[in-house]
């Protein structure tokens, strides 16, 4: 299994915004494609900067914490274009 972790946003030569990620212990990455409004939360939760109210990943993880559970692993279950889909594992749920 491959350890990734967020290197950084970028937009292509046709504006379409990619995820960079970066394999660790590595100097190799690649890219993911998403939509533009997962690119503007993704962008959001990466600044820092603090809002007037939470966002949705806020109230997702502040959700998983008051059940007294954390993440343990996430794994991409399929990579298929033009989607993918990934399965998130909690820790000390219930």
């Known amino acids: 299994m491959l350890q990734v972790r967020l290197r950084g946003l970028a ?38 900067k603090d809002f007037p ?5 806020d109230l997702f993880i502040n959700t998983v914490e008051r059940l007294g559970a954390s993440f343990d ?10 989607c993918s889909s990934s399965k998130k594992e909690l820790r000390n749920f219930c």
């Open 53 to 57: 109210r939470p966002l949705t990943y």
């Open 11 to 48: 937009l292509d030569q046709s504006n379409s915004p990619v995820v960079i990620l970066e394999v660790e212990k590595t100097n190799k990455g690649f890219g993911i494609w998403i939509g533009p409004f997962e690119a503007e939360a993704l962008a959001l939760a990466v600044s820092g």
């Open 73 to 82: 692993d996430n794994r991409c279950k399929a990579f298929r274009l033009p």
